[in-house]
């Protein structure tokens, strides 16, 4: 694994992405692009332990990767989300609180990632309000998502949480195990297989 400074098209990616979230200034732009670093991670490789802390965010180009939590007292590992392409990878607790993280972060496929340093973070923190502003505007919309999808597991069935995310389904389907995606979606691998066969055929 070789980690080089952020190539333009890169750059150019990723300030699409977070101006959906706030518009950002030329100096702004000049001084993340400086802090900022790529590089490339195989297949499987971890590169978050549970209970290790987090000294990178990353900003997923392409690939795929799962969290995984791992239960106290079985130690058994259980997938509860995935991050995809234009996704921020990061864990809570972990990146921004510096506590132990409770998960483990699992490439699922060869991928290219963005990645900046807590160090490099809290510098551009500390000398543009707006990183404050965007950072905390990505935290929501990622902690909405990730509160609604508790939700669905606790109070949908499993034919109404598999049609919601139907279409997410489809990029996984093929690209990791039927068990990470059961565990994902709070079901068996078995029930996952029904359903997928139930409404594969309807479209």
């Given at each position: 694994?070789?980690?080089?400074?952020?190539s333009e098209n890169a750059f150019n990616e990723l300030i699409e992405v977070l101006e959906r979230f706030i518009k950002l200034n030329h100096k702004f732009k000049l001084e993340l692009k400086g802090v900022l670093f790529?590089?490339?991670?195989?297949?499987?490789?971890?590169?978050?332990?549970?209970?290790?802390q987090q000294d990178m965010a990353w900003f997923m180009l392409v690939g795929l990767s799962r969290e995984i939590r791992i239960h106290k007292e079985t130690f058994e590992e259980n997938t509860v989300w995935f991050w995809f392409a234009k996704d921020f990878i990061y864990t809570t607790?972990?990146?921004?609180?510096?506590?132990?993280?409770?998960?483990?972060?699992?490439?699922?496929?060869?991928s290219k990632v963005v990645l900046i340093s807590y160090e490099?973070?809290?510098?551009?923190?500390?000398?543009?309000?707006?990183?404050?502003?965007?950072?905390?505007k990505i935290r929501a919309e990622y902690d909405k998502m990730r509160s609604l999808h508790a939700d669905?597991?606790?109070?949908?069935s499993t034919d109404e949480r598999y049609l919601k995310l139907e279409k997410t389904l489809d990029i996984l389907f093929g690209r990791t195990?039927?068990?990470?995606?059961?565990?994902?979606?709070?079901m068996s691998p078995d029930t996952l297989g029904k359903l997928r066969k139930k409404y594969s055929g309807r479209r």
């Amino acid at each position: 694994m070789s980690i080089h400074p952020i190539s333009e098209n890169a750059f150019n990616e990723l300030i699409e992405v977070l101006e959906r979230f706030i518009k950002l200034n030329h100096k702004f732009k000049l001084e993340l692009k400086g802090v900022l670093f790529e590089t490339t991670y195989n297949k499987r490789v971890r590169i978050l332990s549970a209970k290790s802390q987090q000294d990178m965010a990353w900003f997923m180009l392409v690939g795929l990767s799962r969290e995984i939590r791992i239960h106290k007292e079985t130690f058994e590992e259980n997938t509860v989300w995935f991050w995809f392409a234009k996704d921020f990878i990061y864990t809570t607790p972990g990146f921004f609180s510096r506590e132990p993280s409770e998960s483990t972060v699992e490439v699922l496929e060869d991928s290219k990632v963005v990645l900046i340093s807590y160090e490099n973070w809290t510098i551009m923190k500390n000398t543009f309000p707006e990183m404050e502003i965007l950072t905390e505007k990505i935290r929501a919309e990622y902690d909405k998502m990730r509160s609604l999808h508790a939700d669905d597991i606790k109070n949908l069935s499993t034919d109404e949480r598999y049609l919601k995310l139907e279409k997410t389904l489809d990029i996984l389907f093929g690209r990791t195990q039927l068990r990470f995606i059961a565990e994902y979606l709070g079901m068996s691998p078995d029930t996952l297989g029904k359903l997928r066969k139930k409404y594969s055929g309807r479209r």
